[in-house]
């Protein structure tokens, strides 16, 4: 859900239902490297309330595509983590550990 001014685009905040500080501050960690952003920040309203606030003001832009934007970047580096683990396991499990020295075997 979006809570922000009609008349200024560029300062929202949104409220994300059933997510955690995990979620929060990887999007605040994307949102900070956008140079369009000239703040953001997130807050949990009560520990027992599964909420997270994010409050996004930008340069002009309005914070609705930024926020989207900065999702999309967060599934890039999140593949990219994933693809990078799963060549390591791969090369691992074919014995082609770093240096091509052989550290414990996996069953």
Known sequence: MEHGSYSDPSKAT???VDEDH???NSVRFSLNQDPRVSFCGYSIPHP???RVNIRIQTTGDP???VLIDACQDLMVMCQH???TFDKAVSDFKKGKTRKGKKDMDVE
């Open 14 to 16: 949104f409220s994300f």
């Open 48 to 50: 027992s309330d599964n």
């Open 81 to 83: 983590v994933r693809g």
């Open 22 to 24: 995990t979620f929060a």
């Open 63 to 65: 914070a609705r595509e």
